[in-house]
């Protein structure tokens, strides 16, 4: 599947501000970058770093004024679609070393104060895409999808208990619940095509057999229908704008459009595959 | 019934300190002290305070060496034994409003941090005594209850996702997710015939209809063998001993024993009435 | 000196809803309620429970529409102004034993969660005025008054770390401080005449010597100028309008108005006397 | 300076349970191992994975019985010591990005919530050396140093309020207020000639000017005596035993010696130089 997407973002800058933005959509095996423009309003040269798991990040400074950020992509997005039954388990001894943080606790993902609920309520389950799928099930269930009632400091301890959020705290109690019972898992920030209305949208991956699946807790969005921006132990990692200094946003829009005719319906009803995209 | 029961507190006081007890045991319509003896070494003269709720408070200081207190009492119980399903649910609008302090949140039971998880698990419950019944049986089948994995700081919040503890952690989840749907409940600390191995216990009431009831989610006992000492809005209301200064505990026994045979099988199975012993 | 003060509350009722207010003025030894009127539309009956505390409560029910609480009143405070100097400390030996549920912990003031804090940072005053005073400085020199900071969830513990906060959470500071420090220490509500915005207010009693001094570490109002509404542990105890049901607030006025001209400096200018008006 | 090191670690595993161990000194500009031994008992061939900051993690399976690690080597320090005074900041906009995590909130150092604390107490100090040390004199001004008042659940955020805690408590707020202030920071991990009880010890970096310097905002050890043994950024990423199943801790011993004689003042004093040894 072919998508245009992109943001637009705007900023009043009253003193010296370095920006630090993750916005644009990353290259991994399922997803290329057919093309793509940043601009800046100012013009301004950032600096790009590409991190290890292939985020990448734009800085700059700024000592005044307004700044407008355009971004226009057009991303191929050719997931590799899987039966869920095929999709097993990957023991703490399996796991490659290098994704051995996403099995610890993190800043909104305390996986360490939530090990004896994870364990009560998902240890029956066939370990496997089965038992995420468990998790996600019971999150949709037990949480309430209610804008306004979390702020950027709320986490998945929080969560457990208020049982309110918005998609960034489903993705960090996911995550959470993952770890808790052993599966490495992580966060990825993204543009969703279909996601009314339109903004950045967080889910999260689950390591499972030998690669990463997505899981979408909130049900708001088909895997399938993510334009990938980045990964990260939570939404610490991939702020689309990290901000050094007293800059303000004054406005923001996203968009994310097919750009073919997609066919089939795995665009408007929830997936019944495993879908790897990482 | 009638208990024979009591404790022996020992301490090492370094220096000044102000000991407010709460060990003795109290006077309602069901619970009467057919005697009881309350005695400190070295000897003191405790000033004696009765709460509006009934509670006997003794005060005193001392400047230095050892304390002990030694209180014994027989005690005789008739409690009210009710059929369950003949307990109806009391509306905010007809709680007596000297009870509303017991549907506010208070330090250890932070109702207003537990609405929709109390909600979403228990408000299908028909209103009544099934609902907090209702409430212990989810306590009990969510947290384990074990030694040691608690502090004095431990608050019903932190039961709530950790779900682990010890009585009074029960009793404060219990009266939380009350409160957390508008029914008054509030904490009751006393000695526990059968309770194994002995110690203070801690239960919670809940007003339905027109009174309290007692119930004990740990189900370490049943509500008609709790010789009550105190009530109140949590654990802080009632501890057995309240220090201002450098005083330490050194040693603590307590006991609770059937003054005269016991018949029926009401003291070892789970008890199947609604018990009022207020 | 003669205030007229008093509030309009709007709400909107979308289903059956039980209201407990408490927003009249109350009668202490330095307070007088010279004339008022409640008056609800549509006209109701409200139950009136005076608490043991002075506070007085009207509840009722409705089952839908609009009600518009409007009270007005004109009521005489005739604070004691003492020397701070004079106002010496009280132990916890001599604290009146109805006083001591102001000792301890409660849900927004966690003091047991202070201790170590508050005694590095306030033991080295003077015990008594002075103690408290440190206090309030220590608070107005290191949290700061910005409103929307915090939430009705935000406690004692929070502000500690946060930093930020409104009368609410600074009274509830001021408190959690005493309580750690062994001074018994309660929350005020009241109708605060020169406070800007006009809104309810929030300050805090500590008990001194052998009564009740007031102290407001936001430094928004002198003590003098305060009408007093109710007392409590902590705001949990005097919200102005408790609500059991779907209702919502849809406006709110307050106002507080001088009903003679007040002569002095006082009510301009920091206190320099310990006032006592409970 | 040559230092012998090591530490033997005993564990009861009543049933299958993977290890990852941290506890092997690491290899950085100025740290070198010149020889080491890794023994298990019963003997196991631990898979080594060295992440990209040179932490090296050995993993291996056992299904039962009791295992003990032993690990002994000989590392040679040779620390950069410079003079504070030379030692200025670093901007936001001048960081590496790789360093970026290490400006992020984490499980246990949540900078995010510390902003106003950090800001209100360090922001008045010249930036460099001399802020960070400012961060360090107030952690060991106000914060006890007491075995036994915190769990390894207990963060940065706890003991900003608490105010006591162990090594680890201290590098994590020492961590969480730079990075509040938008100074990069990490937690250390090693093995310390001249703790006293020996010990694994904590402590933390800061980055300034262009490179990584060492703080004990205990003063329990000059930054020189240290063995590094991994860094990350919080305790969650160095555990020295990372273990997935029911396998216990029987026993540990930990030892830091120096292996030629040391002259000068510098190991026993408080260190007057900067010292870098990442």
Not at 119 to 124: A, C, G, K, P, T
Not at 170 to 182: E, K, Y
């Amino acid at each position: 599947m072919k998508f245009l997407t992109g943001c637009t973002l705007d900023y009043w800058i009253p003193g010296l501000s370095t920006f630090v933005f993750n916005v644009t959509a990353n290259e991994t095996t399922h997803q290329r970058v057919l093309s793509e423009r940043l601009r800046l309003e100012p013009e301004a040269a950032p600096e790009e770093f590409v991190s290890e798991s292939g985020n990448r990040y734009h800085r700059f400074s700024l000592s005044g004024g307004y700044l407008r950020l355009r971004y226009d992509a057009e991303v191929e997005s050719v997931p590799s679609l899987e039966t869920p039954e095929s999709v097993g388990a990957c023991a703490p001894n399996d796991v490659p070393l290098a994704t051995l943080p996403y099995l610890l606790p993190s800043r909104y993902c305390q996986s360490d104060q939530l090990m004896r609920l994870a364990y009560r309520e998902f240890d029956r389950y066939p370990r496997g895409y089965e038992q995420v799928n468990a998790i996600c099930n019971w999150i949709y269930a037990n949480v309430d999808y209610l804008a306004g009632t979390t702020t950027p400091l709320t986490s998945a301890f929080d969560t457990a208990t208020a049982r309110a959020g918005v998609c960034r705290d489903f993705a960090h109690l996911g995550i959470a619940f993952c770890r808790a019972i052993n599966i490495p898992a992580r966060f990825v920030s993204g543009y969703a095509y279909t996601l009314q209305p339109p903004d950045f949208h967080a889910v999260f991956e689950a390591w499972l057999g030998d690669r990463w699946y997505v899981f979408d807790p909130t049900r708001r969005i088909v895997p399938e229908n993510l334009v990938r921006i980045g990964v990260g132990r939570d939404a610490a990692d991939v702020s689309f704008a990290l901000i050094f200094g007293p800059a303000q946003m004054t406005g923001m829009t996203v968009y994310a459009e097919a750009a073919e005719p997609i066919s089939g319906p795995a665009h408007t009803s929830r997936s019944s595959a495993a879908v790897c995209s990482a």
